[in-house]
């Protein structure tokens, strides 16, 4: 008794009284703490790291939330070149290369911090940023109006990359299929503007040259409809390693294939 006696006195913190206020307080604080803040806003410099495929995890983690409301669209300029054919069917090829949709029967995964950074070891970036081979050529935070019958977004470094209107309406469909916030805001919005075509902006652009062996371009659009906002990445890439293109196309052939197996599967469940 003395010893648990003389240990309480030398350490009061630990009394039960003391244990009982301060739960007390812990549980006031709680009700009374302003709510959490959303995650941080990414900046610009952000997005050139992460581009740049040589950014911290925060920061990584930063960019891919501020697309949670968005598409994020990866796909090689041969893949884009498709688009627009002759029985080719626009939106399920873009939604076969759209990491923002739940397509893991296709072999896609969302976008994560986890599948970002094995891309930045699968695509060779990264250590191309590493040994300083990397080049931003091109960065503009803009502002620009993009209706659905916009022509191409051309790149201002490499004439061969561009973005097909065909990828515009898929961003402009997606925006009008998206469901609304539950808010009083949005559902006062929608009774007024019901059926209303989305508002889309390109906002930011990067075009980035990896060594010699692929050249990229990142835009960001952000789409706005009866109050719901998504920020959408869309990247094209060539690449001009044969090595490297061989595993690219050896990816897409399979990421195809998975598709077809799948609408087959579909088709014959109907």
Known sequence: DNITHSFTQATPHLTPTFINTQRR????MKINKPPAPSAATATAQDY??????LCSPST???CIESFGHGRTLFASQSIYDRLGKPQQDNHQLLTTFDWSVNNKENGVTSLSVVSYYLLVLASFTGLCSLLRRTKLLHHKQCDIAIHRDHDCVRSTQ????SI??????YLFDVAQQQPEQPTEQTQLIKTTTANTEPSLRLVQRFEFSFGSFLSVMMLHFVSDHNGRKGRHLVETYEIHSPLLNRFNSFCNRWLNGRRERVDNKNRGGD
Do not use: C, E, Y
Request: net charge positive; glycine share 4%; no cysteine.
């Open 48 to 53: 050139i790291r992460f581009h740049g495929m």
């Open 158 to 161: 490499f004439p061969s990359l």
């Open 25 to 28: 307080k812990d549980a006031a």
């Open 60 to 62: 990584a983690k930063r």
């Open 164 to 169: 097909p209107n065909a990828v515009i309406r």
